[in-house]
């Protein structure tokens, strides 16, 4: 979502360390510059007059006119402004002393709120809490159908009474079920609006009277951009809820509602949806959301990924291996189902510091790693252990029996060894040059 304003403030904040030293000119272009590329990607302007004026005046406080190499201070203002625009410190949900913990998710039609209810559960679940939903979206067609669908997916139980009984009595109903089952967190999907109506602010009043929510979370689309921020203001005067869920970050919107919302609305952004897929969903860290914008990549979010999808008995196997130079490509292609439950790879690989910068124009083709395990897939138990005795006959064997054909494996074979060539250089304290190694096994 951010590359384009990424993009933008990465090449002037380039210009600004490029400088020796700096003038008061230097600083007004390079806000200048910062204020039109805040603006391009929807920020809202207040927002943005607000922002450009703070980072100025510490710019120009601390002292960095005229000295050697400022332009690193200047870098090191516009992350940190950019990560208090967008909320500060992480913040994560309030849990109730005595459960269950009620929270009660708000939100437009179409702002993905029921699948934002559905992935908040498994991620509650995946952290050890018993989770149950509540179907209070009785007006919208298959609301409830979708919602008892999703629940199943994650593993948790869901309490609906259909579309005939007021969405306030299914709320106080499931909240005592949940009670009464030991819940605990209970998650009340409501009913959302084609637009913000009294009828909508109303009954979410009167659920919040009936249950006394520990967080009431208002589920808001990125793709949206200014309208999205809109909307927020709307609820919060109507109703006073705790935090933001911002779905679709994955979109290709300019990114102006995730820089705009706690400005305006003073409420944080909680969570984030990254994707379609269930597991896409994380808490959201301004701090560390600032580092990608700036290109400073996200370790600490590819370390927490890495350690939730790789097993400990996995990884010392492979350790074992690399050592013994006993890895092949069963071994290749765990890594790659591994590597895939992290995420979409072009996303994983811009979280690593420098490398998006490196990568950039570089389109990488996920249907690949399709294609790359039917062949690994077609080939013998001893081909898998050393493809290097892989010769014409069995490349064709191969590309017959995964649907391919034999450039196709012998591209398989090549990229393997570039591998074998990365471990080696990582093994003997080089680091290899993963830019040029991309563009080669997987670019075009």
Known sequence: MFDNLGEKLQATLADVRGRGTLTEDDINAAMR????????????????????????????????IGQLNPGQQVVKIV??????????????????????????????????????????ARLLKSQGSSVAVAACDVYRPAAVDQLVKLAGQVGVDVYEQGTDVSPVKIASWAADRARAEGKDVLIVDTSGRLHVDQELMSELVDIKKAINPTDILLVVDAMTGQDAVNVAEEFGRAVDFDGVIMSKL??????????????????????????????????????????????MGD????????????????????????????????????QMRQIRRMGPLQNLLGMIPGLGKELRGVKLDEKEFD?????????????????????????????????TNVQAVK?????????????????????????ALMRQAGGR
């Open 33 to 64: 510059e910062i204020r039109l590329a805040l603006l391009e990607a929807d920020v809202n302007f207040k927002v943005v007059r607000s922002f450009t004026a703070t980072v100025k005046e510490k710019a120009l406080g601390a002292n960095i």
């Open 299 to 334: 370790v600490m979010s590819l370390i927490e990924r890495a350690e939730a999808n790789f097993d400990e008995q996995q990884a010392a196997d492979l350790e074992r291996k690399l050592r013994k130079q006993e890895f092949g490509l069963d071994d290749f292609l765990d």
């Open 79 to 120: 992350s940190d402004e950019l990560t208090e625009l967008m909320g500060g410190a992480a913040r994560d949900l309030a849990f109730a002393p005595r459960p269950p913990t009620i929270i009660v998710m708000a939100g437009l039609q179409g702002s993905g709120k029921t699948t934002a209810t559905g992935k908040l």
């Open 250 to 295: 994955d979109g290709d919107a300019r990114g102006g509602a995730a820089l705009s919302v706690k400005a305006i609305t003073g409420k944080p952004i909680l969570f984030a949806s990254t994707g379609e897929k269930l597991d896409q969903f994380e808490r959201f860290h301004p701090d560390r959301m600032a580092q990608r914008i700036l290109g």
């Open 411 to 435: 591209a398989l074979i090549k990229q393997f060894e570039q591998m074998r060539k990365v471990m080696r250089q990582v093994s003997q304290g080089r680091m290899p040059d993963l830019g």
């Open 371 to 403: 294609r790359l395990q039917a062949i690994i897939l077609s080939m013998t138990p001893e081909e898998r252990r050393r493809p290097e005795l892989i010769k014409g006959s069995q490349r064709l064997r191969i590309a017959k029996g995964s649907g």
